[in-house]
T-cell receptor, first 113, second 113 residues
Framework: AQSVTQLGSHVSVSEGALVLLRCNYSSSVPPYLFWYVQYPNQGLQLLLKYTSAATLVKGINGFEAEFKKSETSFHLTKPSAHMSDAAEYFCAVRYSSASKIIFGSGTRLSIRP | DTAVSQTPKYLVTQMGNDKSIKCEQNLGHDTMYWYKQDSKKFLKIMFSYNNKELIINETVPNRFSPKSPDKAHLNLHINSLELGDSAVYFC????????????FGSGTRLTVV
């Protein structure tokens, strides 16, 4: 079944450290890929999206993600974590323009002072 | 001037009651969605409407009935509420059914007691 997997339900990093949140998809055909962020008691906000253009996608708040077809991955990174980055992050996938967006199970990012 | 607004934000009700959640978007989008987020943060699509027409109807108990009076509004009515219906319900919208990203509302936290 087509799906998206986020490795690690909880990631904790120190302020100023590299943030790496992992996402893998299952498909032989490159899908459309997204990262959303959910701050406490808020809705989801689109961070960035991959739609078969450049493989390195830059998003808001200094985040970026790289599409790697050979690894079926779309990991989210940020060079230096800020306290304000603490939130729940969702990887999402769409396997065709006609299909619905499927969300991963989410990764909670905590930032240590 | 919130893009996607849901009411109410919180809803506490007893088992067996019937309740409605309302959603409105002022983005001029054609497509609207209802997602359910459970206690483990897992997001699952329930319904989608495009220009008032139902286009996605996932495996959801028929106690849940969406209604779209016009393309800017999508309401969710739930009959005979059960404890398991407790969750956060998110409304979202997109320009078209195959748009790359969705705009989410801030959610309605439903608690059934």
């Amino acid at each position: 079944a087509q799906s998206v997997t986020q490795l690690g339900s909880h990631v904790s990093v120190s302020e100023g450290a590299l943030v790496l949140l992992r996402c893998n998809y299952s498909s032989s055909v490159p899908p459309y890929l997204f990262w959303y962020v959910q701050y406490p008691n808020q809705g989801l906000q689109l961070l960035l999206k991959y739609t078969s253009a450049a493989t390195l996608v830059k998003g808001i708040n200094g985040f970026e993600a790289e599409f790697k077809k050979s690894e079926t991955s779309f990991h989210l990174t940020k060079p230096s974590a800020h306290m304000s980055d603490a939130a729940e992050y969702f990887c999402a996938v769409r396997y065709s323009s006609a299909s619905k967006i499927i969300f991963g199970s989410g990764t909670r990012l905590s930032i240590r002072p | 001037d919130t893009a996607v607004s849901q009411t109410p934000k919180y809803l506490v009700t007893q088992m067996g009651n019937d309740k409605s959640i309302k959603c409105e978007q002022n983005l001029g989008h054609d497509t609207m969605y209802w997602y359910k987020q459970d206690s483990k943060k897992f997001l699952k699509i329930m319904f989608s409407y495009n220009n008032k027409e139902l286009i996605i109807n996932e495996t959801v108990p028929n106690r849940f009935s969406p209604k779209s009076p016009d393309k800017a509004h999508l309401n969710l009515h739930i009959n005979s509420l059960e404890l398991g219906d407790s969750a956060v319900y998110f409304c979202a919208s997109s320009q078209t059914p195959d748009s790359y990203g969705y705009t989410f509302g801030s959610g309605t936290r439903l608690t059934v007691v």
